[in-house]
């Protein structure tokens, strides 16, 4: 266990200017976005005019899965949630590949395999990091609906997906 | 479980696709000597070295380090080892510092008084990024930090490769120490007066075979020196002095080796004809493989089965 963690912080460091971008810029995209929406798509008439021009478009809910009601929060959620998981599924698959198969290439997977960790210890380490940020992202998130003016459990509801969504592409790439 | 013996492989295989990297290998390191691991590159060296460390499977034969299963007990094997990759390669955005205590705290925690002098001895800046550094400051980071903390054997693929002189002397100085604390060391190499300066015995690979294994005495017989002479001699009379090999004359210059116990008299004899230049070199290892073995690795491995390993095999290179 000790290992695991030593590998952790020394993945957190290594990656602490990359990965404080990404989850800023991640967070801001969610909150600036939504907040967009709701200035544009206020009031209900106009909601009910895109759900309704939307769900005419096979298109469009081929990408964006089918709009759940007329509120607010299902207009943001029908908006961002392709793209936003898109972006969190980049950040996973380069956080695993960064950590797993390029370290392999560079030879630098020699250096720590040479220690005594197990076999696993360096693939543990990036899924608990990748899991930590996926954590990070969706609590900030989350914390940038409810500023502009969701409910909390609306927040909390849109951005679980954003986790799991992500756990995909990272658990891929890490067991390759 | 033999003690003494802190390496030791019996036939060991390893293919990479229709390759054999390793078509046989018998090595045996004893606990407290410096055992040179020599080669012409591509030999298979670094391939050994990786299933010792348990990082490759072997396909055939057995090994054994520090009398454990290095494949199946990676983790206990790796507590008493500590290892210079050939190729030393850092992780960008951490410093050299960062990366020495990372490697380090990972084999349990570095004697910080001799980590503080291995960086000052090896003249290492540890707080620059490791992106800035050059391939020998990367080396100098991997071998401080297996150096940092007391192992049983390390084991040291090409260390010196990008250090400049100063530092190999600083490097040959380490190694005495170690072997001084009761450690061994395998010092993986393909210059022939490195391994010449440091170990007691030596095992030379060729094309995944061992073609001589003992102790540098036993291998005097490998290590001719060159001369590049200009003089008036007569070629016939270097030529029939004994332990002169391969002359080669132009007018005014003559070109050939000798054994180490005949230099000496080729001194002599030079000295009275009189010599107006003179270079002398060490062989590299190139040119003693070229010279000993045959340019053809199955001829050698063909000379060397009778002295050196057996291997079951008898499937083309």
């Known amino acids: ?176 | 479980m033999s003690t003494d013996l802190v390496v030791e492989t019996r036939g060991l295989q390893k293919r990479f696709g229709t390759t054999a990297a390793l078509d046989g290998i018998d090595l045996v390191v004893r606990a407290g000597e410096v055992h040179g691991f020599l080669g012409p590159n591509g030999a298979g060296k670094s391939t050994a070295i990786r299933v010792l460390l348990g990082l490759l499977r072997a396909d055939g034969g057995t090994a054994r380090v520090l009398g454990r299963d290095p494949w199946a007990d990676a983790v206990a094997v790796h507590r008493e080892i500590a290892y210079v990759p050939g190729d030393v390669a850092l992780w960008p955005t951490l410093s050299g510092g960062e990366a020495i205590d990372l490697l380090t705290r990972l084999r349990g925690g570095a004697d910080t008084a001799l980590r503080e002098r291995l960086l000052r001895h090896f003249d290492l800046d540890p707080t620059k990024k490791a992106r800035s550094y050059s391939k020998g400051n990367r080396q100098k980071v991997a071998l401080i930090a297996a150096l940092a903390r007391p192992a049983r054997l390390y084991v040291l693929d090409e260390p010196t490769s990008g250090l400049d002189p100063l530092m190999e002397e600083v490097f040959r100085h380490e190694v005495e120490r170690v072997r001084a604390d009761g450690a061994s060391v395998l010092l993986s190499s393909h210059l022939l007066d490195e391994v010449e300066k440091l170990c007691e015995r030596v095992t030379i690979l060729r094309a995944g075979r061992v073609v001589e294994s003992g102790t540098l005495a036993e291998l005097r017989h490998l290590t001719r020196t060159s001369f590049r002479v200009g003089t008036r001699a007569d070629p016939a009379g270097i030529a029939r002095l004994p332990g002169v090999h391969d002359l080669e004359s132009e007018p005014g210059q003559l070109a050939f080796d000798v054994d180490t116990e005949a230099v000496q008299q080729v001194l002599q004899t030079l000295v009275v004809a009189g010599v107006s230049t003179l270079t002398v070199t060490p062989p590299s290892l190139e040119s003693l493989f070229l010279r000993h073995y045959g340019s053809d690795p199955e001829d050698s491995s063909a000379r060397a089965a009778g002295s050196a390993s057996r291997s079951g095999s008898g499937s083309a290179p």
């Open chain 1, 1 to 176: 266990m000790g290992t695991v963690l030593t590998l952790v912080r020394m993945r957190l460091r290594r990656d602490r200017v990359a990965l404080t971008v990404w989850v800023l810029g991640i967070t801001a995209l969610v909150g600036g976005a939504s907040s967009a929406v709701i200035t544009e798509f206020g009031d209900p008439d106009q909601q009910r005019q895109l759900i309704t021009l939307a769900l005419a478009t096979p298109a469009l809910l081929a990408f964006r899965g089918v709009p759940n009601g007329f509120s607010s929060g299902s207009i943001i959620w029908f908006q961002l949630f392709t793209w936003v998981a898109v972006l969190i599924g980049l950040l996973n698959t380069f956080l695993a590949t960064r950590h797993g198969r390029a370290e392999e290439q560079d030879g630098r997977r020699e250096l720590l395999a040479s220690t005594p960790m197990g076999r696993m210890t360096p693939m543990v380490s990036t899924l608990v990091v990748g899991i930590v940020v996926d954590v990070l992202i969706g609590v900030l998130s989350a914390a940038a609906l409810v500023a502009v003016g969701e409910s909390v459990v609306g927040a909390v509801a849109v951005d679980t997906p954003y986790g799991v969504t992500a756990a995909v592409p990272r658990d891929r790439a890490v067991g390759r």
